[in-house]
């Protein structure tokens, strides 16, 4: 069983950044593609950003550009750096992991095997 705790969410003005941790309680975790979604109240989960254990990364098209994803396989860690944060992305951020995932697939919430508890991000104006 593969446990994901995410953490680094907090309140923060627009403009301003924040930078997402999730480590993941699991044997191989470069095997695992990593993924970051984000739902907010009222709409359903979005696909924010996923990389794969070789590095491979892939983004949301609205979000390219101020957000980015990286991971530390020696920590089994993934990382979410948001920066330019805009109201409209406050939400509960979820990380998840999949061990099999296809690249038209990534940004599909049923591709991933795995999802934490989340970590809420709010952005004032």
């Known amino acids: 069983q593969v446990q994901l705790v995410e953490s680094g969410g907090g309140l923060v003005q627009a403009g301003g950044s924040l930078r997402l941790s999730c480590t993941a309680s699991?044997?191989?975790?470069?095997?695992?593609?990593m993924g970051w979604f984000r739902q907010a109240p009222g709409k359903e989960r979005e696909f924010v950003a996923a990389i794969r254990g070789s590095g491979t990364t892939y983004y949301a098209d609205s979000l390219k550009g101020r957000f980015t994803i990286s991971r530390d396989n020696a920590k089994n860690a993934v990382y979410l750096q948001m920066n330019s944060l805009k109201p409209e992305d406050t939400a509960l951020y979820y990380c998840?992991?999949?061990?099999?995932?296809?690249?038209?697939?990534?940004?599909?919430?049923?591709?991933?095997?795995?999802w934490g508890q989340g970590t809420q991000v709010t952005v004032s104006s």
């Open positions: 998840a992991a999949a061990l099999v995932i296809t690249a038209t697939r990534v940004g599909s919430v049923a591709e991933y095997d795995y």
């Open positions: 699991v044997v191989a975790f470069s095997t695992y593609a």
